[in-house]
């Protein structure tokens, strides 16, 4: 069994530098049925001006191009949308540990119906700083989510 | 009106230069609705052992973080995945062209779901050039596409 807090906060200590850096305050962490960090990342869409680098992409990313995703599990400090969602049914990854389904919620339901066990941790550090980060900036918020700002 | 031949010859030149590369051969180009091409690119799973970086995914980085993609085309010289199709749906891109639905289908109806205009080409260019990747390499065939290879 997988400590799934103790990769929860890594996943939020990397939300925390990328809000400490002016970015989007969400994590992901990819960890094998081992335990073993595979890749771990934040949303860069302000650090690379890249809006494809959501946490779990920046995970997924991290943890190169690989054979086989049996047995992972994908921490994302957020609830994903359907860019990461997609993701993580194309390749397969079995089990996925959302952080917050407070700030966004909407595609666990279709992990679950892929057959991907979804487990919502709701952690309170999760939860407070997206919230701050949306009272703080709207529109990064807003656009990070593929939505325009009016 | 889009010259969606040339633009997708846009695309699959940028898949064949990944072809040629050793990389998987597969091409993206995202376009405003005044021609203008706002991003450009290939897969780059062999280039960057990078999993997440499809053809569509390529020109969704090479964009840029963009406020809207309000009247844009994605131009893909193949079927898109389901990583691809979550993130055009999470982006809202109104219209995507489609330059083979021969070497793989499936998340077209997905994204008409979702109110997306979908064109079909189905390009002998681009389906020959997959198909000969496919047959010289499957095993990285079957891997890009999130499977694994037994």
């Known amino acids: 069994m997988l400590d799934d807090k103790k990769y929860m906060k890594m996943a939020y200590e990397q939300a925390l530098k990328s809000y400490n850096e002016g970015g989007c305050p969400i994590g992901g962490c990819l960890v094998d049925r081992n335990g073993e960090v595979l890749g771990i990342g934040h949303n860069m869409r ?65 992990l679950k119906s892929k057959g991907i066990e979804v487990v919502i941790m709701d952690d309170p550090d999760c939860i407070a700083l997206v919230k701050k980060f949306r009272e703080e900036n709207p529109k990064l918020w807003t656009e990070d989510w593929g939505q325009e700002y009016n």
Chains 1, 2 share one sequence.
Request: net charge negative; proline share 5%; aromatic share 6%.
């Open 46 to 110: 302000v650090q690379e001006n890249n809006p494809i680098i959501h946490g779990e992409m920046a995970a997924m990313r991290a943890a190169g191009a690989r054979e086989s995703y049996a047995g992972t599990t994908m921490y994302t400090t957020l609830s994903p949308c359907m860019m990461c969602t997609g993701t993580m049914i194309q390749f397969n990854i079995p089990r996925v540990v959302v952080g917050d389904t407070v700030n966004s919620y909407g595609n666990e339901e279709l």
